[in-house]
């Protein structure tokens, strides 16, 4: 049996309306909106929909691995109602601020704690943030081979075989297991959760672990990383009427004044 980990992440909504979002200056964190629950990160999702797609052709078994503080369950057992077999989720207040580098060391402790996977899968990069170094550091602290945003993954014999993509097109990589893959849109979209997965996902519970349950050292929590300032660009709207005797006066006018803004 193929040994899978997703590791996923739960974020703001990205599409939840721009009015709605704020940044709390004095702790420099950005402030969870009212009446507009979290979601799973999107790359995320396409990751767990490429686990899932091994799991349709092979002998498989997702596991889902997430850390974080106020978790809605519901939301992160997602994964489950779509068919991953085993949720876990660290948890706890000390895991609130965590910069990619201790973000690592916990993944690693989980995994260590979890046992051997033959293949890791995360998404290419978070919503939230953008950085996109939490899967290149977790396989070097693995030792694991790593390929990057991964369009289509094939198991074959003792390796995979990932479809990359590339500005002008995708080229094909054949890697040896154990080997960690983030995973990219061009996926294409994950698979709605049916009934079906929906009523077995409200039976299973996730595994919910804290710091003590993976015997962390909190000085590794501690982010290696300063935030200095955040906060929300200042955008200055103005709205000027262009008018003219016609419609090709009018052209012509708006041909100056994009003339004059050296737009044109």
């Known amino acids: 049996m193929l040994n899978i980990l997703v590791c996923i992440k739960q974020v703001i909504d ?47 078994n997702i596991t889902i ?47 260590q704690k979890l046992g051997s ?37 094939e198991i074959v014999d003792q390796g995979l075989i990932v479809q990359r993509t590339l500005s002008n097109g995708y080229e094909i990589v054949e890697s040896s297991l154990p080997a960690l893959v983030t995973v990219t849109n061009e996926l294409g979209d994950p698979r709605y959760p049916n009934l079906k997965g929906i009523m077995a996902a409200s039976r299973k519970i996730p595994t919910i672990w804290n710091s003590k349950d993976l015997d962390l050292d909190l000085e590794t929590l501690i982010p290696k990383l300063k935030l200095i300032d955040l906060k929300i660009p200042i955008t200055d709207k103005q709205c000027e009427i262009i008018e003219g005797g016609d419609d090709e006066e009018t052209g012509r006018n708006l041909a100056l004044k994009l003339r004059e803004a050296k737009l044109i």
């Open 117 to 153: 996977f033959d293949l890791i899968l995360c998404g290419r990069q978070a919503s939230d943030w953008d950085n996109a170094l939490v899967p290149l550091g977790l396989s070097e602290m693995l030792d694991f081979p790593c390929i990057t945003i991964g369009q289509k993954i």
């Open 65 to 111: 691995l997430s850390i974080g503080n106020k978790f809605v369950t519901e939301v992160m057992k997602k994964p489950l109602s779509m068919g991953a077999d085993e949720l876990i989720l660290i948890e706890g207040p000390e895991f609130e601020n965590l910069d990619p580098l201790s973000t690592v060391n916990v993944l690693r402790a989980a995994i």
């Open 14 to 60: 990205p599409e939840m309306p721009s009015s709605a979002f704020s940044i709390n200056t004095s702790s420099k964190k950005v402030e969870e909106p009212d009446g507009i629950p979290p979601v799973i990160n999107g790359f995320c999702e396409n990751a767990v929909e490429a686990a899932l797609r091994i799991k349709d052709v092979s002998d498989a």
